[in-house]
């Protein structure tokens, strides 16, 4: 793997890069924080971490240089870090079986009996000659945003995270080359965790600080040497209002990212987003251009894939667990060895009156049609029966149908619709309106949002 950015460092060196004490690290606003900070502050903080007992340590935090810092003091000072998926005091509360000391800044304000404490940042401090970390001590605690439940805990190894940013930058390292790394995803989760700090780190691009939230601002942050890692939450959101400009890379994962989303900020920002399919469980496994909405999906360099017999990919891959081979719910169709289309998910068929749904493909009929811009589907248990119900977000055409019709009759003409695809079991009976699906931050679905709007 050649990795021709003379800046890049693994992981486990970063530390001892013989980088210019003023080059950038991260900037907010007016102010940049320097190699020289980042060594300094990581210095002060491991001197901190090595102080205390606690051996599990939770990262929670708004600012990203900040969690830099603290997730390479936790690094060497050899202890194991836990990432809760939100800063929300009472996600982060069901979480504390799994860590004895929370780090954090001001985004979060904790009371009762957990042990927290801030880092210290910008106290000039001597900075030690840094040896290498060892990737295996180091263990990350990351949880998935289960749809329904308790989030579930998913360890990684260092040497894991290393791997697969060595695979992105021999990807994307030319292309992003000297550009900074704006970003509107957390770096709480896996994605973010990898592009919007850790990699950028790792080549020497200097990262925001803080998140844009709307779209305005990106918009506003964007030029040619700005690379935007984002999600279709965020992408959806871009209209013909927002103005032009160009954007060295765009950046999407989280859930699936519609085509007209794709060419949208392609007509924007001068570049087709970039879509990275995986998980928490599996990291990065395949990435494409939407061409068109049928654009294959590529296999990163290093996953080996193969199909079970319903067809549902198995991976094996050094960033999960290079020896076994992972299963996944996704149903796919491999073109050749590397290149394959993604058909849904199978742990989203329902069985009703003894017939198997795909909830999937009920969505992928409702969104055939010209009144329907987006829907979610899901199976709700009343009294004795299972039954479908969706969520729509109209398109131009559907209002006025709509508004033509009334609602009785829009209903009926909707299902009369659907019956020339779907047998009747598998037409939703109970429909609602709404202006966007909604989502949590990482772009998933929020099924207990979506139950809540048929609780009559």
């Given at each position: 793997?050649?990795?021709?950015?003379?800046?890049?460092?693994?992981?486990?060196?970063?530390?001892?890069?013989?980088?210019?004490?003023?080059?950038?690290?991260?900037?907010?606003?007016?102010h940049?924080?320097?190699?020289?900070d980042f060594?300094?502050?990581?210095?002060?903080?491991?001197?901190r971490?090595?102080?205390?007992?606690?051996?599990?340590?939770?990262?929670?935090?708004?600012?990203?240089?900040?969690?830099a810092?603290?997730?390479?003091?936790?690094?060497y000072?050899?202890?194991?870090?836990?990432l809760?998926g939100?800063y929300?005091?009472?996600?982060?509360?069901?979480?504390?079986?799994?860590?004895?000391?929370?780090?954090?800044?001001?985004?979060?304000?904790?009371?009762?009996?957990?042990?927290?404490?801030?880092?210290?940042?910008?106290?000039?401090?001597?900075?030690?000659?840094?040896?290498?970390?060892?990737?295996?001590?180091?263990q990350i605690?990351?949880?998935?945003?289960g749809?329904?439940?308790?989030?579930?805990?998913?360890?990684?190894?260092?040497?894991?995270l290393?791997?697969e940013?060595?695979?992105?930058?021999?990807?994307?390292?030319?292309?992003?080359?000297?550009?900074?790394?704006?970003?509107?995803?957390?770096?709480?989760?896996?994605?973010?965790?990898?592009?919007?700090?850790?990699?950028?780190?790792?080549?020497g691009?200097?990262?925001?600080?803080?998140?844009?939230?709307?779209?305005?601002?990106v918009?506003?942050?964007?030029n040619?040497?700005?690379?935007?890692i984002?999600?279709?939450a965020?992408?959806?959101?871009?209209?013909?209002?927002?103005?032009?400009?160009?954007?060295?890379?765009?950046?999407?994962?989280?859930?699936?990212?519609?085509?007209?989303?794709?060419?949208?900020?392609?007509?924007?920002?001068?570049?087709l987003?970039?879509?990275?399919?995986?998980?928490?469980?599996?990291?990065?496994?395949?990435?494409?251009?939407q061409?068109?909405?049928?654009?294959?999906?590529?296999?990163?360099?290093?996953?080996?894939?193969?199909?079970?017999?319903?067809?549902?990919?198995?991976?094996k891959?050094?960033?999960?667990?290079?020896?076994?081979?992972?299963?996944?719910?996704?149903?796919?169709?491999?073109?050749?060895?590397?290149?394959?289309?993604?058909?849904?998910r199978?742990?989203?068929?329902?069985?009703?009156?003894?017939?198997?749904?795909?909830?999937?493909?009920?969505?992928k009929?409702?969104?055939q049609?010209?009144?329907?811009?987006?829907?979610?589907?899901?199976?709700?248990?009343?009294?004795?029966?299972l039954?479908?119900?969706?969520?729509?977000?109209?398109?131009?055409?559907?209002?006025?149908?709509?508004?033509?019709?009334?609602?009785?009759?829009?209903?009926l003409?909707?299902?009369?619709?659907?019956?020339?695809?779907?047998?009747p079991?598998?037409?939703?009976?109970?429909?609602?309106?709404?202006?966007?699906?909604?989502?949590?931050?990482?772009?998933?679905?929020?099924?207990?949002?979506?139950?809540k709007?048929?609780?009559?």
């Amino acid at each position: 793997m050649s990795l021709a950015n003379h800046h890049f460092s693994p992981m486990t060196e970063l530390l001892s890069a013989k980088r210019p004490k003023q080059h950038k690290v991260a900037f907010v606003a007016d102010h940049v924080f320097t190699w020289a900070d980042f060594q300094a502050d990581v210095a002060q903080n491991t001197q901190r971490l090595l102080a205390l007992p606690a051996q599990r340590v939770a990262l929670c935090f708004g600012d990203s240089y900040q969690f830099a810092v603290s997730f390479y003091s936790c690094c060497y000072a050899e202890k194991s870090i836990v990432l809760p998926g939100n800063y929300q005091p009472e996600a982060v509360r069901e979480l504390s079986e799994h860590f004895d000391l929370l780090l954090h800044d001001d985004a979060i304000h904790l009371t009762g009996d957990i042990q927290t404490i801030n880092p210290v940042i910008g106290n000039k401090s001597s900075v030690p000659s840094w040896s290498s970390l060892s990737a295996q001590p180091c263990q990350i605690t990351l949880f998935t945003s289960g749809s329904s439940g308790k989030p579930k805990a998913i360890t990684k190894s260092l040497l894991q995270l290393d791997t697969e940013i060595a695979t992105l930058e021999s990807l994307w390292g030319a292309q992003l080359a000297d550009s900074k790394i704006e970003s509107t995803v957390s770096h709480q989760h896996i994605y973010g965790l990898l592009f919007r700090v850790l990699w950028p780190l790792c080549a020497g691009r200097p990262f925001a600080v803080c998140n844009l939230e709307f779209p305005e601002q990106v918009v506003q942050h964007a030029n040619i040497d700005t690379t935007l890692i984002s999600s279709p939450a965020l992408l959806k959101r871009l209209n013909d209002e927002h103005s032009q400009a160009e954007l060295r890379a765009i950046f999407s994962s989280g859930g699936p990212l519609p085509n007209n989303a794709a060419q949208h900020s392609e007509s924007l920002f001068n570049t087709l987003p970039m879509e990275v399919f995986g998980s928490t469980e599996t990291g990065g496994i395949a990435y494409r251009q939407q061409h068109c909405s049928t654009t294959p999906w590529t296999l990163f360099p290093g996953i080996e894939a193969e199909l079970n017999s319903e067809r549902c990919l198995r991976l094996k891959s050094p960033h999960i667990d290079g020896e076994h081979w992972y299963q996944t719910a996704d149903e796919c169709y491999f073109h050749d060895t590397v290149t394959f289309e993604l058909r849904g998910r199978t742990d989203r068929i329902v069985k009703v009156e003894e017939k198997r749904v795909s909830l999937v493909e009920v969505e992928k009929r409702l969104e055939q049609l010209e009144w329907i811009e987006e829907s979610a589907v899901i199976a709700i248990s009343d009294t004795s029966r299972l039954s479908l119900c969706a969520v729509i977000v109209l398109t131009d055409i559907g209002n006025d149908e709509l508004e033509k019709l009334g609602k009785g009759k829009f209903w009926l003409a909707l299902r009369k619709a659907l019956r020339d695809w779907l047998e009747p079991i598998a037409i939703p009976r109970k429909f609602r309106l709404v202006d966007e699906v909604p989502l949590n931050s990482q772009g998933k679905r929020q099924v207990s949002e979506i139950e809540k709007l048929f609780q009559s």
